[in-house]
């Protein structure tokens, strides 16, 4: 592998975008995996995070190593109305609608005031360890594919991919129990993250379709929904010490 793009302040400079662009389509993936991995028993959360994690990471550097098929993904393979798809347009559908349909159902069960099981109750299993890592190997193949594509569409540099991938993963594995606790901990954020997993499937889709939507958009909605449930959360919690407080109060 060539490291001579050490010297080159260009590479450099592409490097450190990717890396930046990596952790942030990273965080899809985490949210899929923070919310998928909650609904096993406690003992077995963190292993299969590590496991959804490092499947992401196999999976990215394994399409590394073919990016002369990768690149051959992005070429029609069949026109419906004048309009082409290929094999990549095909996978962000089917990763768009596996997204829609998973996020609507978990969105369905937690506003369903008498649900058959509780797909949010942390007390008992309500999957099994092998049907989430399944899942989550679904999900790691789609966001996987859109971030190499992503990444040779930015640079020809092999290690400049790879390093940006382990960097990212590196991120992802940090912070997914922290994140995973915090969703578990605040219901409200928990329907937040779903929302953002139906948009992000919309999105998928509607790549797949041709219609390209600006990433930054996207995650400039997300950071500002996220703002404003901060907010909230700082609002009831506020409110919480206040009526603590009036309680402690002696009467006269």
Do not use: C
Not at 18 to 47: A, C, W, Y
Not at 169 to 178: D, Y
């Amino acid at each position: 592998m060539d490291f001579a793009w050490i010297a080159d302040p260009t590479a450099l400079a592409a490097l450190a975008t990717l890396i930046v662009m990596e952790v942030v389509l990273g965080i899809d993936n985490l949210i899929f995996i923070s919310i998928l991995t909650n609904k096993l028993p406690e003992h077995q959360r963190s292993r299969a995070r590590r496991i959804g994690i490092g499947l992401a990471l196999i999976l990215r550097l394994g399409l590394l190593g073919t990016i002369a098929i990768i690149v051959t993904l992005t070429e029609p393979i069949f026109a419906v109305f004048g309009h082409g798809f290929s094999w990549r347009d095909l996978i962000l559908i089917g990763g768009g609608l596996f997204l829609v349909w998973k996020a609507t159902k978990e969105i369905h069960h937690n506003v369903d005031p008498t649900p058959s099981d509780d797909v949010f109750g942390t007390a008992k299993a309500t999957m099994t360890f092998g049907a989430a890592i399944t899942q989550i190997l679904l999900l790691d193949l789609v966001f996987s594919l859109d971030s190499i594509i992503t990444a040779v569409g930015m640079t020809d540099h092999v290690a400049i991919m790879v390093i940006a991938v382990i960097v990212a993963v590196t991120a992802m594995l940090l912070a997914a129990n922290p994140l995973a606790r915090f969703i578990a901990n605040n219901p409200t954020v928990v329907m937040l993250a779903l929302g953002f997993l139906l948009m992000i499937g919309m999105t998928l889709i509607a790549e797949g379709f041709g219609a390209h939507v600006p990433k930054g958009y996207i995650y400039a909605a997300m950071a500002f929904s996220a703002l404003i449930e901060g907010l909230n959360m700082l609002s009831r919690r506020a409110s919480r010490r206040k009526a603590a407080g009036s309680s402690a109060e002696p009467s006269v």
